[in-house]
């Protein structure tokens, strides 16, 4: 059976081809390597070099980082999110990403300056309003996979130049 590096979608439940069943929490840095629970147990660990086969069933080199936690606060964000969504609508929402991008942006180009910074705090409010654009045009799947594809595109750039 083929096996392909990809990097699965938060909120997605996966079935591990050795058994179980797994959520994505979040992407992590890496590429093809993500923060996946174990629904089950609630193991919490980083899995790098994350695979998916041909059944959809997926697979990972190794983890990281693992330690007991529930889903409850998976769950709670996501609720949060869907209850943002209802109450203040799409437009605004949309509005609220244009801002909070603008906002990003504005703490980059201050870090670039040599100036104070807020950009973690910046990058936390733009993940929670794009959180919410997924659930907004229902379209988290295939948000993932395009950037599967431009993943594997980049990797292949980098590739070609020897890097």
Do not use: H
């Not at 990097?7 to 840095?29: H, L, M, T, V």
């Not at 609720?79 to 909070?100: P, S, W, Y």
Request: charged share 30%; proline share 1%; net charge negative.
């Amino acid at each position: 059976m083929t096996r392909e590096y990809f990097d699965p979608y938060p909120g997605r439940i996966y079935k591990n081809n050795g058994g179980g069943q797994f959520i994505c929490i979040a992407s992590a840095d890496d590429t093809y390597s993500a923060v996946m629970k174990n629904i089950e147990s609630g193991w919490t660990f980083t899995a790098n070099g994350i695979g998916i086969y041909e059944d959809g069933t997926i697979d990972w080199d190794y983890s990281t980082g693992g330690y007991f936690d529930s889903l409850k606060d998976w769950e709670q964000r996501v609720k949060v999110l869907n209850r943002a969504v209802n109450t203040f609508g799409k437009n605004a929402q949309v509005d609220m990403m244009i801002e909070e991008m603008s906002e990003l942006t504005k703490a980059l180009l201050n870090e670039r300056r040599g100036r104070a910074n807020n950009i973690a705090e910046e990058i936390a409010d733009v993940k929670i309003v794009l959180e919410q654009m997924e659930i907004i045009f229902q379209n988290g799947e295939e948000v993932n996979e395009i950037i599967r594809q431009k993943t594997k595109r980049l990797d292949k750039i980098l590739q070609d130049r020897g890097e």
